[in-house]
Structures are given as structure tokens and as C-alpha cells.
């Protein structure tokens, strides 16, 4: 295998974006392309085989591209670029970057990315209604708010309606003290979270008050018809068939929903059976409803989830093998 060099500009300013701390984000690429890069005074000079050399380039380019946009370059970046490298859409990551959703109370950009995320965007677009099936940290329930409010705003529905099971996940909680509200609050933090950082608390508050966001436990939509509204169920796995059944025919003309959940967090009572699961057996078949799997590869939080994810996967699936194992000869007992 031919051994090739090749040198690669990089400006200054973005100098210390892409290469990290320490040359942290070079040394990744490094170890897992094995190249060899020299970074010295805005240029880097690869040196390896020349295909893992025009991939190591590839990523590169594609770092200083998304840092010219921006952006704060992140371990997930370059792990994501990485991954793109080995497949022929290794351009992939600067058309994702290109899609912003709306932006935080901060002024940060939420757009989707991964491809699988993209693609659960694209499908939000099209579809009336759209089931976001993968792990944690996949962004299912943040893109979901993100759309949503987007839409909000631009007066596509004239509301927004959060909900999801107040189930405890695998604990008792007991009897828990003040009114109503007080009592559901601790099941929907996870929503209230999502609308402070994209809307900004006042904003919540101000339509909170008019009717015109509401987050509630899903018991609450039963006898409703939602009008002109956008509905997100979050950990829709924790549903029963009949609340999921409920849910889905409360929809209304002029509203969207959209359904996150993960099939491997259930906190269901033991042997029952999940909404979800059900619902995608179902209603596969139906033409405006849209099915986005995603999976550890769309892992945007700190790497080491996605790592505990893959590692859960792998082990339910050892699990799930059948035994090839004979089993142990039944020893008779002698007659007396």
C-alpha cells in the first residue's frame, strides 16, 4: 500500500476549534484512520496510506467548514465526520449542518445532527403524524419542542400541547406533597426543561397562561378534540395499548403530532404490554403516518452514552440468542 503526503490549510482563528485541547480532536483521527498529522503554523501535514489519508482530509475539511459557520466544534462532531469518512456520504455532515430549526433564547442554533436526525426533521415536515423510535440522547424529544415551537411562532397552529405518562421509572415515590399540579410537575421536568432553553422561561409563562402551551399528563386528554394545535407524547413506551389508541384519536383538523419514545426504557408494570409497540404493529401500513428509527449512531450527548448504548444492545442480544446448549439429563430417583 502506497504511502502518501498531503498538506491542509487551516486559518488561524479556527486553529484551535478543530484541533482541540491539547490536539485532543487530531489525535482521535490519528488513532482511528492511522495517519500521522504535524500541525504547525495553520497548515497540517497527513502522512499514511493513501486512503486513510484522503479520508483523514475529508474530515478535516468538513471541521473547518462547520467552524467557519460557527460552530463549536465537539467530540461528537468529530467522532460523527469520523464515522461519515467511512461511507461514501462523508459530505453528509455540512448539508445537515445546513438546516436550522429555529434558535434558543441564547441565540444558539438548534438544527439536527446526524442523518438520522435530518431525516426525522424531514419527516416532521411531510408527515401529519410521526412516531421518533431510539435510545437516550438521540434528540427525539428535543427536535420534536424545537419543531414545534418553530411552528408556533411562524402561527402554523395556534398552540402546543406537551404530554407524557406519570409513571415512576422503576420507584415508588409515594404520596407527594401540595396540589395537583405540584404533584405531575416532577413527571413533565424533562418538557418544561426543553421550552425554558429553546423559548425562554417568560415566553413559556406569558402563553402558559393565555392556554396556548400546555403540558399535562396524558390522563388529562382523554374526552378531547385538539384543533389547529401541535401535540408531542413523549415516553410513549410507558403507554398502554389503550392509552395510545386514546391519544392518536383525539387529533383534530389543522394539527400535528409527533410520538417519541424508547422501546428498551419501558417502566411498565411487568408483562404488560406498550402502546408503542403496539401502535407501530398497527399502523405501519398507514400512508400520513411516518416511522423515524434512530439509533446509537445519532447519539448526540457526551460519547461514552453512546457507547453505553451499543454495549446494551449487544448484551440484549446475547441474551435473546437461543441456547444451542443441551440440557441437563433428568436424574430418576430409585424406587423404593
Known amino acids: 500500500m502506497s504511502v502518501m503526503e498531503t498538506i491542509i490549510d487551516i486559518p488561524a482563528e479556527h486553529e484551535k476549534n478543530i484541533c482541540g485541547a491539547f490536539d485532543l480532536y487530531l489525535k482521535k483521527i490519528e488513532r482511528t484512520l492511522h495517519v500521522t498529522i504535524v500541525a504547525r503554523d495553520g497548515a497540517c501535514k497527513l502522512i499514511g496510506p493513501e486512503e486513510m489519508v484522503r479520508r483523514a482530509k475529508s474530515v478535516i475539511n468538513n471541521l473547518v467548514e462547520l467552524s467557519k459557520r460557527g460552530n463549536t466544534i465537539t467530540e461528537q462532531n468529530v467522532d460523527y465526520a469520523l ?34 436526525q435530518k431525516q426525522y426533521v424531514d419527516m416532521i415536515r411531510k408527515k401529519m403524524i410521526v412516531f421518533g423510535i431510539g435510545p437516550a440522547g438521540t434528540g427525539k424529544t428535543y427536535l420534536a419542542m424545537a419543531m414545534a415551537i418553530q411552528a408556533f411562532k411562524n402561527g402554523e397552529v395556534g398552540r402546543i400541547i406537551l404530554t407524557r405518562p406519570a409513571i415512576e ?22 418538557l418544561y426543561d426543553a421550552l425554558y432553553q429553546i423559548m425562554g422561561a417568560d415566553s413559556y409563562l406569558h402563553n402558559s397562561e393565555k392556554g396556548l402551551i400546555e403540558v399535562a399528563p396524558l390522563a388529562y386528554m382523554r374526552g378531547r378534540t385538539l384543533d389547529n394545535a401541535y ?66 449512531s445519532d447519539v448526540v450527548r457526551h460519547p461514552l452514552v453512546q457507547k453505553i448504548v451499543e454495549a446494551y444492545d449487544e448484551y440484549e442480544r446475547k441474551s435473546d440468542r437461543p441456547r444451542t446448549s443441551k440440557p441437563a439429563p433428568r436424574i430418576r430417583k430409585p424406587a423404593k
Open 83 to 116: 464515522s461519515l469518512s467511512f461511507t461514501e456520504s462523508d459530505q453528509a455532515i455540512l448539508e445537515i449542518d445546513r438546516d436550522i430549526i429555529c434558535r434558543t433564547v441564547n441565540g444558539r442554533p438548534v438544527k439536527p445532527k446526524t442523518v438520522g
Open 169 to 190: 421509572a422503576g420507584e415508588k415515590l409515594g404520596f407527594l406533597p401540595g396540589d395537583l399540579q405540584s404533584k405531575i410537575d416532577p413527571y413533565l421536568r424533562p
Open 231 to 296: 401535540i408531542i407524547l413523549d415516553e410513549a413506551q410507558n403507554t398502554t395499548p389503550a392509552q395510545m389508541k386514546m391519544f392518536l384519536t383525539r387529533i383534530g383538523f389543522g394539527s400535528k403530532v409527533i410520538v417519541t419514545g424508547d422501546k428498551t426504557q419501558k417502566d411498565l408494570p411487568g408483562g404488560a404490554t406498550s402502546g408503542l409497540d403496539m401502535a407501530i404493529r398497527v399502523l405501519h401500513k398507514i400512508d400520513d403516518i411516518g416511522f423515524c428509527n434512530l439509533t446509537s
